[in-house]
């Protein structure tokens, strides 16, 4: 019986090693193009921005992580370190540094993202990371920003966005819907980084 038992073994395993395994999307370098303000609901939107191709990769984020990046778009210093500032100081005292951040993948309407970070001996680690968190980091570390090329959007995207499923996840860091897609659309060559920057300081303020 034992007998049986390990050469079924032996085949299961086998068969499992020989199973292939799911072709990862190839990652493309990208950039952030701008952030945009969906002025009904103050919901900011990033922009990624394929420069070989033109396609885009809008993500819905919060307004502390829009913060956050557009104090680095504008060469903003807030006096004390924010959160992605100490993060960046952890890693350079670590002797470490962020080789890059990459946006992977897309799960029940939220994306995902790692950090890869280089030790001080050359080896690699992946750390799990929202993408708008990995995006104000890479931005202060001078990292690039990666993502899956299927996740990559044609820029016509925000005139014929359609989608049937209703988001359920997490508000942020997820897709826009088709109604977001259309304010994206009117905002998008309306409002520019300085216009956002304005009005997310009197959201900010706001008691």
Known sequence: MK???HIWQRKLLR???QQKKPKRSRMVRVEVENIVLNITTSTPIVILKDRKTGGILPIVIGLF?????LLVL???KFPRPLTHDLLKSVIDHMNAKLKQVEIYSLKENTYYANLVVE???G???KIDCRPSDGIALALRASAPILAAENLIESPEVIKYYNTKESLKASPFDRPINQKEAEE???YLEQLNAEDFW???KQETEEP
């Open 198 to 200: 304005k009005k997310l």
């Open 65 to 69: 992580e829009a913060q956050a990046i």
């Open 3 to 5: 007998k049986y038992l």
């Open 184 to 186: 994206f659309r009117k």
């Open 123 to 125: 080896q690699e680690i």
């Open 119 to 121: 030790t001080e001996n």
């Open 74 to 76: 504008e060469k903003e």
């Open 15 to 17: 068969q499992k090693s």
